[in-house]
């Protein structure tokens, strides 16, 4: 079946810092892509998505590139803030389904 | 802005015991979803909704467990004779018809089964 796996976790960092979590998938077709982001207390948010092969999702600074040929979606951003601290999951949807797979998280702190 | 929103947020129950929870979706939004999110792991379907239609329903679903949703607005997840391993925090999620429809989560509610 469909499955995401995310880089282990946590990850700190330093505030300034760039940031990469790294995002594989397996799924038969094309999948869309997400990143939610979940921040302390709070629910689940939609970050970015991507829907087709070499879509770019952007959003707050954060952006990640659908890659069909190394199956990956790669979140980046090139300066994080304290703000930034949170727990990040990256799914997908099956073309046609409408249930989200997720991976682990990762959890991020970003430390002033 | 009313998102979405469930209740109880915490509810802590004895072994055996029986346990429902309800979600009210965002009001135009006809699709609703139920997942279980485990500690450190992230969250898994459930089951989803196409207004009172369950169409999709997880292996994870067992006979214990029954969900509705019977004016296609709020939803419940009833779970009779709990577990342990039924402690878990249930997550609930609504969404427009058509296309790649974003999935807009509510808070949660956290079942703790002693």
């Known amino acids: 079946g469909d499955s995401v796996t995310q880089m282990e976790g946590p990850v700190t960092l330093s505030e300034e810092a760039f940031l990469t979590i790294n995002c594989t998938y397996t799924?038969?077709?094309?999948?869309?892509l997400f990143w939610y982001v979940q921040y302390p207390g709070e629910g689940l948010q939609l970050l970015l998505k991507a829907t087709k092969a070499d879509d770019k999702g952007s959003n707050k600074g954060f952006e990640a590139t659908y890659r069909k040929e190394t199956t990956s979606f790669h979140l980046e951003k090139g300066s994080v803030q304290v703000s930034d601290s949170a727990v990040y999951f990256c799914a997908l949807s099956g073309k046609g389904a409408q249930k989200l797979v997720f991976g682990q998280g990762t959890r991020l702190t970003i430390n002033p | 802005d009313t998102g979405v929103s469930q209740d109880p947020r915490h509810k802590i129950t004895k072994r055996g015991q029986n346990v429902t929870f309800r979600c009210d979706p965002i009001s135009e939004h006809n699709r609703l979803y139920w997942y279980r999110q485990t500690l450190g792991q992230g969250p898994e379907f459930l089951t989803y909704?196409?207004?009172?239609?369950?169409?999709?329903k997880s292996r994870l679903l067992s006979d214990r467990f029954s969900a509705e949703r019977p004016k296609g607005s709020f939803s419940t997840l009833e779970i009779q004779r709990t577990e342990q391993g039924d402690s878990a925090m249930y997550l609930c999620?609504?969404?427009?018809?058509?296309?790649?429809?974003?999935?807009?989560f509510g808070p949660g509610t956290r079942l703790t089964v002693l």
């Open positions: 999620a609504s969404s427009p018809f058509g296309g790649e429809s974003r999935q807009f």
């Open positions: 799924a038969t077709g094309y999948p869309s």
């Open positions: 909704f196409q207004n009172e239609a369950q169409l999709e």
